[in-house]
């Protein structure tokens, strides 16, 4: 699954190109830098592999998302519609856009079901977030598709699926803008960044000076300034040594990660279809699926809980989505209490003291329903005997009940 096991000379390499000229930012100081822009020719690598032009380098993939709907005007009034199943990191982003997520139910791609897209788009909504979870495509050609037909803009939250595509074309370039993280456990990573991912110049315009307090790139090349600022900012910047094992991971991404995950899902896929009555997730397109996870159903939730407690028990435990507390929505207990810091209760109660938003816990009973019968197993980039020997042990046990 994460770039993180392959990390070695061709990153360390990169770093000490940056420790050489010791200037770690990502602007500026021209003399010094001996010619060496790592975070800038991070972008221009990960744009060209993508076939987008442009991308924006950002702190975490969180921050990419934030600095995308900054980028497309959202803000206070608007409701951003993504999925009940996501990284709570796609909801915080809205929030903290200051607009409303709004949900919808997934369906066994295990992303966003368009049927419901449809039903939960209002005159207030600004944004669309498909999430294009472990590694594998939502239904995006129809997502957006829709999305067209209501004028309405689509970030493609591709955090766990850099380098997939759907009939060819890569995840995160079909919408408005793409997002991708390169935190410790991603399919690549920096420690911690993100990127953006866009056609368009005045998107990118938008995000290059939104992501650094306001300040504009074009005339002062590498550097900033050339001042009137358009808006207020923030700083979401990326610093050098980031883009320097970025650098290092995107040229291992086709032909170490990919390869290895694709490799040893197919093992893992074999060994799992052991088990009685097992489906596999809905993969679009199988040569476009970054293999960074085998995702699959038992026939009910009974049978899921057993075979989990089994497999667990034999060594080889699997992810269950629907239990843990991180990635559906019914289990985010600060959302349900309307948790904040904030002493108003923003972003859950108005300034008036009225609540704002509160989410039904009960209100996706198809994505529960899926989420239920769902376990899954992360797949490594590097697998050994003793693995896949421990796998097949466990699945042999969890078969025979
Ligand atoms: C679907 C999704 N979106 C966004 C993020 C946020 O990325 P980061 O951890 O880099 O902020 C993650 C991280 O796990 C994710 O899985």
């Known amino acids: 699954m994460p770039g993180f096991e392959v990390f070695g000379e061709e990153e360390r390499r990169e770093i000490e190109e940056v420790l050489a000229t010791g200037v770690l930012f990502r602007y500026e100081f021209g003399p010094q830098r001996n010619g060496i822009y790592k975070v800038r020719q991070f972008e221009e690598r990960f744009a060209a592999y993508c076939g987008a032009a442009h991308a924006q380098a950002v702190t975490s993939g969180t921050a990419a998302l934030k600095v995308a709907l900054a980028a497309l005007g959202v803000g206070p009034g608007d409701e951003v519609i993504t999925q009940g199943f996501t990284f709570v990191a796609t909801w915080e982003a809205i929030f903290d856009a200051g607009a409303e997520p709004v949900f919808t139910e997934i369906d066994e791609t295990l992303n966003m079901d368009p049927a419901d897209l449809e039903k939960k788009i209002t005159p207030r909504t600004r ?20 999305a067209e037909r209501h004028g309405i803009p689509v970030i493609e939250d591709t955090a766990q699926a850099a380098g997939a595509s759907l009939h060819g074309k890569k995840l995160g370039t079909f ?3 793409g997002t991708f993280s390169f935190d410790p456990v991603k399919t690549m990573t920096t420690g911690e960044g993100g990127m953006v991912v866009t056609d368009s110049e005045e998107l990118a315009r938008n995000m290059s000076e939104y992501h650094d307090h306001g300040h504009d790139h074009v005339p002062n090349p590498g550097g900033r300034g050339g001042e009137g600022r358009r808006f207020i900012g923030f700083n979401y910047r990326m610093m050098e040594l980031q ?3 970025g650098l290092a991971q995107l040229a291992k991404l086709d032909s170490v990660i990919l390869a290895g995950q694709r490799r040893n899902k197919a093992v893992m896929k074999e060994i799992v279809s052991a088990l009685p009555g097992v489906t596999f997730r809905t993969v679009l397109d199988e040569a476009g699926d970054n293999a960074g996870f085998l995702a699959f159903f038992l026939p009910d939730a009974n049978a899921a809980a057993r075979v989990a407690e089994r497999l667990a028990g034999e060594g080889a435990p699997a992810i269950r989505f629907g239990e843990n507390t991180w ?20 972003p859950f109660v108005r300034g ?3 609540r704002r938003v509160k989410y039904d816990p009960a209100a996706l009973p198809r994505s529960a329903a899926v989420m239920d019968r769902l376990l899954v197993y992360p797949v490594p980039v590097r697998m050994d005997d003793e693995f896949t020997g421990r796998l097949r042990q466990a699945v042999a046990k969890a078969a025979q009940g």
């Open 175 to 177: 919408g408005a803008c």
């Open 352 to 354: 008036e003291g009225k």
């Open 243 to 245: 883009g320097a094992i």
């Open 127 to 146: 944004a669309i977030i498909p999430v294009h979870m472990m590694g594998a495509p939502a239904r995006i050609e129809e997502i957006r598709a829709i």
């Open 327 to 346: 990635h559906f929505y019914p289990k985010w207990e600060h959302l349900h209490a309307g948790a904040s810091l904030a002493r108003s209760g923003w």
